[in-house]
């Protein structure tokens, strides 16, 4: 057995005790000794268990072996041969959720209103940067990524590029000169400067989409950044210095009002389940609907007259999206649904689905105050 395999080892027997995959790691990869193209084949490799976690049980139930970590690497590494008759065995009404690991809740909600969503979401994606364009040119990075023997593209977005997982790891990266961020993120940066140039982001997280907006508005916006958790905070002043961006943190709640309020508000995360498949495992997504509708009706107070509230979450669960816009818009009287003109995004109800090729699946509301 060698060390990748060992690492692999000790990672999934951690996972398969505790859960929180992205947590495992990130508190054992860095530490390993490994080079970075062998710490991203360890991650691809965990990642593809975790995506297939249920189907894989199926299997080794189907065999009588046990559920044990050796098991799981051997059936990624197709050492284990999955016998496809095994698909006439599973049961009719739970065939989407076990042949393709999804939770029974998910895959229920992908056969009634998102069919097509239901392989998509087990395909491995690429790594798209957002090109930081304070700074450089999108050519230049890709000149940059060339040099270092890593592939890169140009994408939809004028920010965006398309490349391996291991350019995380790039000069571009540590320099500042672009962030790893999906380009589905950068669509929705992109459609919130298009309301104001005024613009609070509202939860800023660490900043990816708020970097984003620096970048494509070239430092010309006024933008600041707010989010309860203040480790996050640090964290995007430290990009920011990196990254040249003029930002203003706000560490306290917010009063002034601003022409544009960004909610990317917290959400279970199904719609980013290729880069995190455990998310395709949720039961209930309940809690974050409360939370949700908190969030926005804090933010909604701190939209001037004639502003625009923008509500976007990284999931398409009804719950999170066309429910929660339909009854903060039922709630508020004096905001409304405001039209949004972009090719890459089908219309719902109320609000918006992204739909870029290869890219998260984001929900978008816009509304404005009267």
Known sequence: MD???????????????????????????????????????????????????????FILEYHSMDKEPNNYIDLA?????????????????????IRYSFSDYIANLLEEKFPELIEYLNSEPDTTLCVNLIKTTRERVLD?????????????????????????YSYVIRQGLAHVQDEASQLIAKITVSFGMRILDYCCGSGGKTLAMASITRNKAKLYAYDINKDKLLNLKKRMSIYRAKIKILWEKPKKKFEVVLVDAPCSGIGASRRNPEAKYISSCREYQIKQLEILKEASKVVKKN????????????????????IFLKKFKEF?????????????DVGYLTSIPGGDIFYLSVFRRS
């Open 3 to 57: 060390k990748k395999d060992k690492i692999a080892l000790r990672i999934l027997s951690k996972w398969l005790k505790k859960g929180n995959m992205a947590m495992r790691m990130r508190n054992i990869l860095p530490y390993s000794g490994l080079s970075y193209r062998e710490r991203e084949s360890v991650a691809k490799l965990l990642h593809n268990i975790v995506r297939w976690k249920r189907y894989y049980d």
């Open 77 to 97: 590494r197709n050492k284990i041969k999955i016998d496809r008759k095994i698909e006439n065995v599973i049961p009719k009404e739970k065939f989407v959720a």
């Open 144 to 168: 940059i990524l060339f040099e270092e023997g890593i592939r890169g593209k140009s994408s939809i977005l004028e920010t965006a590029v398309i490349t391996e997982s291991i350019a995380r």
């Open 307 to 326: 502003g625009y509230l923008i509500y976007a979450v990284c999931t398409f669960t009804p719950e999170e999206t066309v429910e929660v816009s339909k």
């Open 336 to 348: 409304r649904e405001v039209e949004v003109n972009y090719d890459m995004l089908k219309e719902l």
